[in-house]
């Protein structure tokens, strides 16, 4: 086991710095299930890259679903890359920016199969279903209508849900032809989606 991560018999918990720990194993979760499938990515392999002892995981996790939910952070800050698809370039583009930003942010999960297995979890889980629509509903409508000054809710929300589906027709289910289909033609017609999507910005003020 790890320096200053070692659990003593009179300590519910690890004796080393609670945050540094719990922060290094959420990277080595990322790390694996972007590398591996979900069920390869076991809690022995995470300890692993984490320099942990396997039972340190378990006390900062309760499950492995959670440490998925919790390590499938965007590489990036997604406020960031929402609000530069939105103020940088002709409005016109801007459901081109959108779909480019999604397209290039899921596409590692997508390739790593973790975008499978966080669908299924979307679909069977009531935590990750919490735990994404405080994402969606904090994450990105707030940051529109911060950058925007406008309460967007229903447009985005729709605009989601075409991404949503997209994401799990092409990657998870795999249907024909969005499954074979270039990121560029994609982008387009999601782009196209979007930006009639956000057009609607005047109706819902």
Known sequence: MADGSKVSKN??????????????ILEAAHAAFTEMD?????????ASRAEVDPALIA???????????????????????????????PAEETGHRLAAVILNTWEQAATAGTLS????LLLEDAST????????????????????GID?????????????GMLLSRYVVKLEPLASMSREDLIDVLGSIIQRLLGQ?????
Do not use: W
């Open 11 to 24: 300590q519910r918990g690890p004796a080393g710095k609670r945050g540094e720990t719990r922060q290094r």
């Open 38 to 46: 979900y069920q390869h990515a076991t809690f022995r392999e995470i």
């Open 59 to 89: 006390y900062y996790f309760k499950s492995k679903a959670q440490l998925l939910r919790e390590s499938l952070a965007l590489p990036e800050d997604p406020k960031k890359l929402i609000a530069a698809a939105l103020v940088e370039g």
């Open 117 to 120: 297995t966080l669908f299924t």
């Open 129 to 148: 279903q919490q735990v994404f629509a405080c994402y969606i509903e904090n994450e990105v409508l707030a940051t529109v209508k911060q950058d925007l």
């Open 152 to 164: 967007l809710v229903l447009p985005i929300e729709l605009m989601m849900s075409a991404v949503l």
């Open 201 to 205: 910005l005047e109706t819902v003020q």
